[in-house]
């Protein structure tokens, strides 16, 4: 990860990108140094599907990793600011169609407000791996501590929708963060999942 942005900031067609470490146990405040996370914006799937294909940089994680997973979505809603910008605020011209979806929530937590963040907010990001209706979720992160993101893969919207307004906790969290203002940006997006390849813990996830 350390020497792989400025090979990335020379790929064509590649918008925004975000090369994110784990956390120990799913959601923990230690790293996990065994899996990371790849979010990508591509200007087409053209661009994405070379890059993929037979870019060296990729070339060489696949050559290093034990199981990768790769998922094709197209934003559905999304809102808030990364790095001062949205950057999947664009057209989505994909076939609307039901199935899974998948929602990305990250945030530059104030260094003063970092206690508060993980008495609260990481145990209960920890429970929505068991929520009804997820079929993977893990947290995420472009730094430790202090800039936070966590992916989840849910069967349908409907059942992600349901944890959201229906989870006391994940209420009772919401609240706080507002009424504390612990993040200086934030932004929550969510997306249809068009297609996906390889495997998660040994299995597609969207095909369980």
């Not at 994909?94 to 199935?99: E, I, R, T, Y």
């Not at 504390?180 to 249809?192: C, D, N, P, Q, V």
Request: charged share 20%.
């Amino acid at each position: 990860m350390g020497t792989a942005q400025r090979p990335l900031q020379r790929v064509p067609g590649l918008q925004f990108q975000k090369l994110l470490g784990s956390g120990a146990g799913g959601f923990g405040a230690l790293p996990n140094l065994l899996r990371y996370g790849f979010m990508a914006v591509w200007e087409s799937e053209a661009a994405a599907e070379d890059f993929f294909n037979s870019h060296p940089l990729w070339r060489e994680y696949k050559h290093r990793c034990q199981e990768i997973w790769t998922a094709h979505l197209a934003p559905i809603k999304s809102h808030g600011l990364w790095d001062k910008q949205n950057p999947f605020d664009y057209p989505d011209t994909s076939q609307a169609a039901d199935g899974p979806v998948a929602v990305l929530t990250r945030a530059s937590i104030r260094w003063h407000k970092t206690p508060r963040f993980w008495r609260y907010v990481a145990p209960t990001s920890a429970t929505i791996a068991q929520a009804p209706g997820v079929l993977a979720a893990i947290g995420l992160g472009e730094l430790p501590v202090v800039r936070q993101a966590t992916f989840s893969l849910w069967t349908s919207a409907q059942a992600m929708q349901d944890y959201a307004y229906r989870s006391e906790k994940h209420k009772e969290v919401i609240k706080l963060t507002r009424q504390e203002k612990w993040y200086g940006e934030e932004l929550f997006a969510r997306f249809r999942v068009l297609s996906s390849r390889g495997t998660l813990d040994g299995r597609n996830p969207t095909q369980a």
